[in-house]
């Protein structure tokens, strides 16, 4: 009879009322098995397989016979098993694929019988078993529903699940929002408080989502809190309630030695400032509101020695000026979003900020720094340093170029300016951009989006990079580019999603051009002798695309094959009234697929067909 792999539950149980799953290697010594034997059901819902518990192993065997199982479950007969499982068991089984990483390559495992329980684990390789099984699939973090699940098998997983420090090193604590029975949300705070305070020395990184329209519970949970804590974020609706918040920042400064990242996020507002104010005589909503806003910023303040990461989400709030900010100059990161009631918000400058390195300004209606108004701007240090502009006027470049460039950052090599304001007068944008140049000579990479006048804008702009070699002109609504050889140093240019009826002429003295991407132009008809020119005008050509465009499919045939001869990365669009179906995706051609006649045949999304010769 073929090897048997139990992960066999060994609770403090009665005989019998654990709970196990039996799992064959493969499909072939399924077959040797047998018909399986009816199984029963434990306490917690798993199939209960009678039989024999395998003898003990030592580690070594251990480590193959984990391994084996591990092999078995990614397999299609362990995927269909565990299709069949319910939520929790599913969760579980898939997490003993981080047995690889302790037993090896399947590989290397030399053949033969070997069997091992669950319960025969060492408590390092089943501790990180849990742990992979209870962290949640997107975002990262622990999964509290599954701990507490596992947590009840037996004493031993117990012990494990709480004295796991990779399973405590972020944690989220999510509120009641209403209490659908008395005391509800006070059970849930009193057992949040018992975690935190038996797993207090492993979090690092705390998440506390209080959505509740009254007295919200962050005070008791946040003293619970350890002080080894390093990231705090606090989620919440904004209003009235909050009183309490600027002594929470306050706390936070007297008790969290190790913080360093902040996050307070108020997307939603609650309007009961009125119900406040009608209980304190003399004092308006308004008032209560901008004393509370006010309180905040002081607590922010008083973090200014300890924190280099903030993030500040306003949506909720009437913020007039985030000019206080500029008292936390150990910031390394800010991240601003949100204005409410379509007020003109003022924002610190990036440059004031000494130790800065990225930022993300963010706006519903207006922004104002240094003088000038925009809708967002960002600055991202990686890969390269990033300055986004979106909704500012062409005429305040300059000054933005300044104002928003962080002095520990590196030097601009990517610009992107989305929905630029044009300006009366044909005089204006040039003499701005003329200014511009001190600040771009290091950019190499330009993008403008969403500009319906970037033609006009295009020359003046080109001449203020002397080490251009990137240029994006996306949904611009460009037909035409203006007549010159401003596009002779670029190797990669981009004119996607814009309104072309025939390749631009301008084209022709791009000649280092290597990445040409013309999709989303559905009018862009181009004529043979006109791609022919193309072609040959570009000889260091290595990717083109033309997806979307309105390209004759026969044109596209040929294409295809230029592509096969010349080693050319060609996208082409989907034909879907042809009899030869095309799709769209990268041209590969292969000399090993050849017919009996010796012509080789080229291969284009499955479908195959002979070269002419």
Known sequence: MAPTYSTAFQPAYPPGSYTSVSYPYHAQQQQQCGPQQPCQQGPYGYAAAPGTVPPHLPQTKTRKAAAKLTNWLRSKQGKAVLAGMDEAQTQFASALAATELAAGSPAAMSAGPHAITIGQLPDELLSRILAAAATKPTGGGTNPRIVSIMSRVCHRWRGLCFSAPELWQSLTLEAPMFERAAGERQRWLQGKLWLLQRVSTSVHHLRITDYAPEKVLMEPLMRAAPCTLRSLDLDMWWGAHLSGLPQLLQLARAQYTSLYCLKLSSCS??????????????????????????????????????????????????????????????????????????????????????????????????????????????????????????????????????????????????????????????????????????????????????????RDLLQPLLRQLPRLNTLRLTRCGLAALPEGTYLLGLRTLSLADNEFRTLPPPLLHATRLTHLDLQGNRLLQPQEAQLQQLLDALPKLRQLDLQGTDLDEGLAEELARYASRTGLAVQLPEYEDSDDYWQEGDYYSSDSDSSDDGCPRYSWAGCAYASRW
Request: overall charge neutral.
């Open 269 to 454: 507002r609650v309007d009961n400032f009125g119900g406040a104010a009608q209980q304190q005589p003399g004092v308006t909503a308004a008032q209560l509101e901008a004393r509370l806003v006010e309180g905040v910023f002081a607590g922010l303040a008083a973090l200014a020695g300890a924190l280099t990461e903030l993030s500040l989400n306003t949506q909720g709030m009437r913020v007039l000026s985030l000019a206080p900010l500029t008292a936390l100059q150990r910031l390394r990161r800010l991240v601003v979003s949100g204005c409410s009631a379509m007020l003109r918000q003022t924002v610190p400058a990036p440059a004031q900020f000494l130790c800065l390195e990225e930022f993300s300004l963010d706006g519903l209606f207006r922004l104002e720094a240094d003088g000038t108004t925009f809708s967002e701007a960002r600055w991202q240090a990686a890969p390269v340093g990033t300055l986004w502009l979106r909704g500012a006027r062409v005429t305040a470049l300059p000054t933005l170029l300044v104002a928003m460039q962080p002095p520990a950052a590196r030097p601009l090599e990517r610009l992107v300016l989305e929905q630029l304001v044009a300006v009366e007068g044909a005089s204006a944008p040039a003499a701005a951009l003329q200014a511009c140049a001190a600040h771009l000579e290091s950019t190499q990479a330009l993008q403008l989006l969403k500009i319906f006048w970037a």
